[in-house]
């Protein structure tokens, strides 16, 4: 089987970093993907590590430890905007979400 | 930019009624994904299809049976419906290899009365 953690709630204010951890079991491994969902919205894709390391898209960055079966993503820079869910997700042969973590940004 | 399209925003329908819900993409993505996505559950793998009239389960798929009869079209039904499957239901698609990114329709939000 499969299963992820995460953290269900996380606060910061603006201008802070913020990190938010995954852990996953799972019997087959490809990548971890993160996405981003805010209230009323449909997920989006954020970042995907397929190896280990820190993958670096602006403001977000995402990290990968295959033999930690960890990962996290790193938000700088917060701003009100980026107040939502985030997912972990690992890609198998399939996609599994982890439960989210929301994340709120305060002034 | 990639357009997946779910018939419905919202919809309301009755225990044991027999419910389609339906997404189309215009991107020729060969991989289709029904979520269900439930307060502190996260998304919840319902079915997912690799290819025309190919179907594979996910974690959660009783209750539950789809249709890939087109490319295009991924097709949900739940063929008895009840009241444990109000819920948010979300259509996903994705291209190609196993590490491309899913694209999400907006999401039907069903309630079973």
């Known amino acids: 089987g499969q299963s992820l953690e995460q953290p269900s709630e996380v606060t910061a204010v603006e201008g802070a970093i913020v990190q938010i951890n995954c852990t996953y079991q799972?019997?087959?491994?490809?990548?971890l993907s993160w996405y981003q969902q805010h209230d009323g919205g449909a997920p989006t894709f954020l970042s995907y590590n397929a190896l280990d390391g820190l993958e670096e898209t602006g403001r977000f960055s995402s990290f990968l430890s295959r033999s930690d079966s960890y990962g996290y993503l790193l938000l700088q820079e917060l701003q009100m905007k980026d107040s939502a869910s985030y997912f972990c997700a690992v890609n198998n042969n399939d996609m599994r979400f982890g439960a989210g973590t929301r994340l709120t940004v305060k002034p | 930019d990639v357009k997946v399209t779910q018939s419905s925003r919202y919809l309301v329908k009755r225990t044991g009624e027999k419910v389609f819900l339906e997404c189309v993409q215009d991107?020729?993505?060969?991989?289709m994904f029904w979520y269900r996505q439930d307060p502190g559950l996260g998304l919840r793998l319902i079915y997912f299809?690799?290819?025309?009239?190919?179907?594979e389960k996910g974690d959660i798929p009783e209750g539950y049976s789809v249709s890939r009869e087109k490319k295009e079209r991924f097709s949900l039904i739940l063929e008895s419906a009840s009241t444990n499957q109000t819920s948010m239901y979300l259509c996903a698609t994705s291209g190609g290899a196993l590490n491309q990114p899913q694209h999400f329709g907006d999401g039907t939000r069903l309630s079973i009365l």
């Open positions: 991107m020729d993505h060969e991989n």
């Open positions: 799972t019997s087959g491994f490809y990548g």
């Open positions: 299809s690799y290819d025309v009239k190919m179907k």
